[in-house]
């Protein structure tokens, strides 16, 4: 079955402590996303991959990280959580022809609580 | 910077009535994306818009792209219960297309 899963699903943690999402896709799609979604503020763009080994920055970097040294994969990295990056998190992978974006699929989401 | 509105923001329809929502953006993009969330649940694509007048359709609904005015509609038509969720415009953005700036929702509610 064609997939974006993310894990965990659901974390509560405390600040400081660095911690990492996994996003995986099973597409071969080249192009993969993670963004946040806040009450009242829609979804905002983290960090975007058009391909393995290239990573940009979306609308609210600050506080994280990310790499994409195999297709398949995009971890979210927090360094040091802070409350203020409790949030819902979704990863999200498209094909991509010519640097563009298509349909975008979603994983289930991670709902990340920081205390 | 780019940015992009959704109206409204909340509606409540009733069945079988006919309602369109409204995206419009500020900065020139040739690509719009609409996707629908239920509640407590992940986002799911609708419709990709690539182009200035395209216009698609799938069952109750039909998403139409004007980039000269910089607009898109999706246009509900018959409203029924199960259409009750968020709708989400994105635009891609700037020179790398992978840029998305999503608008803030239109959350619809479709009544009896």
């Known amino acids: 079955e064609a997939q974006v899963t993310q894990n965990p699903r659901y974390l509560i943690t405390v600040t400081g402590k660095k911690l990492t999402v996994t996003c995986s896709q099973n597409m071969n799609h080249e192009y993969m996303s993670w963004y946040r979604q806040d009450p009242g503020l829609g979804l905002r763009q983290i960090y975007y991959s058009m391909n393995v080994e290239v990573t940009d920055k979306g609308d609210v970097p600050e506080g994280y990280k990310v790499s994409r040294k195999e297709k398949r994969n995009f971890p979210l990295i927090l360094e040091s959580p802070s409350p203020n990056q409790t949030s819902l998190y979704f990863c999200a992978s498209s094909p991509s022809f010519g640097g563009r974006v298509y349909e975008q699929y979603f994983g289930p989401g991670t709902r990340l609580t920081v205390t | 910077e780019l940015k992009v509105e959704q109206n409204p923001l909340f509606l409540s329809m009733q069945e079988g009535k006919n309602y369109t929502i409204y995206c419009d953006y500020s900065?020139?993009?040739?690509?719009l994306y609409w996707y629908r969330q239920d509640p407590g649940k992940s986002l799911e694509s609708l419709f990709v818009?690539?182009?200035?007048?395209a216009v698609k359709q799938e069952g109750r609904l039909m998403a139409s792209l004007d980039t000269k005015a910089r607009l898109s509609t999706l246009h509900i038509t018959a409203a029924v219960h199960d259409l009750s969720a968020t709708y989400f415009c994105a635009v891609s953005y700037g020179g790398s297309q992978g840029n998305l700036i999503f608008g803030k929702g239109t959350k619809l509610s479709v009544k009896p």
């Open positions: 900065t020139t993009s040739d690509r």
């Open positions: 818009l690539l182009s200035n007048g």
